[in-house]
């Protein structure tokens, strides 16, 4: 039988697939595809999110082969996987059996296939972290109630800040309380709490109170709950208000001043938030 050479390789065969030697097809035709490379981890317990829940497994190669099941294609038959944990993500070796063509008989065939870890935290670990939350950040308001737009700028300045902190280990946020009144955000470090607090504080008028509670003691040392308890100033434009100084009518306010006119005097002052906290003001007249 007369050979023909193979256009990619020149080798002489029998017969060419679709224009290849069998080889060329073989290499052109992997058995494994993977389409996706990024997997969320947990970076306390090591579970995988798939197919839209948290999975653990005491041998992460179960996971891989789940991953790729999901999120790429196998054209044959796992016979191996090896896996190597890194930081950053895992590369494994995956031994599949099978064919790509039907004119050519199976075999194994080993493919090194990687992915990358993105880090986050599983269901459960929050769950058992959120049990030692030690840092709340307390958003209030006064006099009057927060309105949406305010909240939800309140609830941007949080997604934001967290996400630039992302790849520092500061803690996290455990818990979001949406009340009536504002919000309270625990958080599992204070450090993360008071970065939260003085964000919101740097973009709102408001004004910051820390408070610190001795919460047990370990290792010999206190522990302490903080608390940053950021109340944000709701006076507007037109507003009437009673203070140790007199009443006032407020002009203007921004993150930083209030501008008030003395209703006897006709003097207008300008006071940072906290002076204007300082005279004990009360609306009496919108
Ligand atoms: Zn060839
Ligand atoms: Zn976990």
Request: contains cysteine; proline residues 3%.
């Amino acid at each position: 039988m007369a050979k023909t050479p193979c256009p990619y390789c020149g080798r002489l065969v029998d017969r060419l697939i679709e224009g290849m030697c069998e080889d060329c097809y073989v290499e052109r035709h992997p058995l494994v595809a993977l389409k996706e490379r990024k997997v969320l981890r947990c970076k306390y317990c090591g579970a995988w999110f798939l197919r839209g829940k948290w999975m653990k497994s005491k041998n992460p190669a179960e996971l891989l082969v789940k991953f790729l099941m999901e999120k790429g294609s196998v054209n044959g038959v796992i016979e191996k996987v090896e896996l190597d944990e890194r930081e950053e993500g895992a590369v494994a070796q995956v031994t599949v059996r099978g064919s790509p063509h039907q004119l050519i008989a199976p075999r194994s065939i080993a493919y090194e296939v990687a992915v990358e870890y993105i880090y986050d935290v599983c269901t459960s670990c929050r769950e058992l972290l959120s049990r030692r939350e030690v840092a709340l950040v307390q958003i209030r308001s006064t006099p009057r109630a927060l309105d949406d737009l305010t909240k939800k700028k309140i609830l941007n300045i949080i997604e934001q800040e967290i996400f630039k902190l992302k790849d520092k280990k500061v803690g996290f946020i455990s818990n979001v309380k949406q009340l009536k009144s504002g919000f309270d955000i625990y958080t599992t470090s204070a450090n993360l709490a008071r970065h939260l607090a003085y964000a919101v504080h740097s973009q709102l008028p408001s004004h910051i109170i820390e408070t610190a509670k001795v919460a047990g003691i370990k290792d010999g040392r206190k522990i302490y709950h903080m608390t940053y308890s950021v109340r944000v100033i709701t006076y507007k434009s037109g507003d009437l208000i009673k203070t140790k100084e007199g009443e006032m009518m407020v002009i203007s306010i921004n993150n930083k001043f209030i501008n008030v006119q003395d209703i006897n005097s006709k003097k207008y002052k300008q006071l940072t938030i906290s002076e204007l906290l300082n005279i004990n003001p009360i609306l009496i007249e919108e």
